[in-house]
């Protein structure tokens, strides 16, 4: 039986204009605009479709991390299940689904991270572990002392790596919290990633060559061009837009992934053709999952893996490393 998700409008296109600043709720914050750009300037990158040619089969594999996957997609991280969607899972039950179907589906996913961190990060980050330890856990920026805390908390668990939402500084619910979140510059960044103990140390929330930079100089192996989703900053340049300059400046010294707004195969495609490694999809399969569970979202992931799938053979790649900026074009709208 499906369950409930009333905080979100479960529209036919995931793009932020029915629930445009409703945080709690899926929204974007503010107007909404950063949540709805991100969905619009995705919607300018075209493909070039190419059939000539004599691929019969394609190969969407990749590796990332060391780890095989199925296609270039990981799922984002998305915290208060109960608060955000409206559904009476915790967020334990909400991850535990998740990390299975992912499994299943040979890919992996984030869980998130909130004030309560027994409910919001340690419970989460052991149902990383209990399905066999194929997600990354991600920590939210707050003062030393507690980032310390998380970070011991899972060396107990097999999760594939620890990654930071640096961008969550700017959600005026933690700010304003009694463990407050901050900025993190160069200097600390490298301090975290010394924690991490050898694990893969992603920063999340690069929207600049600048904070690409300093995170590689500070050893992220991986970032995520990210502004959570908009909803820290309204206003704020869509993510697909900032992704060719930053790849410029970084590829090959660190994974690149991104997200926001990323709702088809295509797009995925229109991600790797720009250079990213990896893309991220929060809202759409944590609302599969959430109402319908490890069978909502095997039926997303592998819905999104046979679009970019076809993407592949309708532009003539027969691998990943075939998809190239040439077969897209950036329309003027
Ligand atoms: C309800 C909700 C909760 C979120 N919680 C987290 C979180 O705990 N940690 C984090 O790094 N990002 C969090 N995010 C941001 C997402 O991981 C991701 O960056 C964003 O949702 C991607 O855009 P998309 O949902 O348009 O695909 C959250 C987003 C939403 C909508």
Redesign the pocket.
Known sequence: MKREANLCKQCPV?N?LACKGQ?????GIGQGNS?IN??KELQKVKLLMDVVNDIQEVNPETTLFNKKYAFPLLV??????K???GTDIPDYVYNSELAKACDEQGISC?????IDMEN?FHLPARAIHEQGGQGFV?I?PWAMEKVIERINLVKEFDVLGI???V??AGLPLLRNSVTPVENKDEKALREIKKLCDGKPFIV??IMTTEAAIAAVNAGADGI?I??????VLDDCCA?IDVLEEIVAAVKGKTTILI?????TGTDIYKAIALGADGV???????LACATEGVEGANKIISKLKSEFQHAMRMTGCATISDITKRKIKKQTM
Request: hydrophobic share 35%; proline share 6%.
């Open positions: 995931c932020g945080i709690p709720g899926v929204g949540f991100n969905v984002a991280p998305i915290a208060g299940i608060n955000n969607y984030f869980v998130g991270d909130g919001f991600t939210k990654a930071m939402d961008d969550a999340k929330g995520v990210s502004n959570h989703g908009g909803r993510t997200d926001g707004g990323f709702r991220l999809i929060g809202r759409p399969i944590a």
